[in-house]
């Protein structure tokens, strides 16, 4: 691991780690699997985090066996679907559906200079960031679109990196999901997971809930 007076940014995950559309999203993919008759369950929720929406379909599609029985088509008007219902849930969004800390934590990198990007799967980022009022705090964000390949490839956290002009080992990169951590860990970056420890195994640093995420609490479990 980098040494604490190594790092000069951090590569935020957006949903789980900022705010907690991971829920919302949980939420319409769950519809989408009572649709197509595929069982729900945690493993599934769990590895649906972070993963773009294509691949989440497809491992839908695949946890009922069903990924043979649609067209192409019919799975872009699913996804179209599932997008639909999240951004309606996106819309009620406000400032309250930060999460806790995760505001003095930005600012806390602003007053000391720390460089900030953002690295999220979501073709969405920049709607949420536009509700929870943090367009401000995050003139950089990767483009999902620009991607050739969604995380637990490191190419995201690469990218996210290079916007802010920083090498990989310069930056920690801050995830709520096992790919997410596999996708840091690939960039040489290191990696703060968020949530639960089991799932979130190979994090350099974890913290249970995002309140805990503070420079001096970093520092000490570098150091
Ligand atoms: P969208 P993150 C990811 O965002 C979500 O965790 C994942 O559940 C979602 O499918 C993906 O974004 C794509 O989102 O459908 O809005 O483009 O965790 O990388 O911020
Ligand atoms: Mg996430």
Redesign the pocket.
Known sequence: MASFSDIKGFVF??????TD??VF??QA?HQVADKVGAPWSKELEDG??????M??LEMILKAGNVQDKYTNDEKVDL?TE??TN?LKLVDQMTPANLLPGIKSFLDELKSEGYLIS????????PK?LEKLQLTDYFPKIVD?KSLTNG?PDPE?YLKGAELIDLKPEQCIGV???AA?VESINAANETSIGIGDAQVLKDADILFSDTSEMTLANIKKQMN
Do not use: C, F, M
Not at 48 to 53: A, D, E, N, Q, V
């Open positions: 995950d957006l949903d789980g780690v900022i559309t991971s999203h949980s993919w649906l985090k972070g993963i773009s929406r691949d989440s996804a599932k997008n999240y953002l690295a999220s799967a979501s073709k969405n980022a949420v999902p995380k995201i995830e709520d999901a997410g």
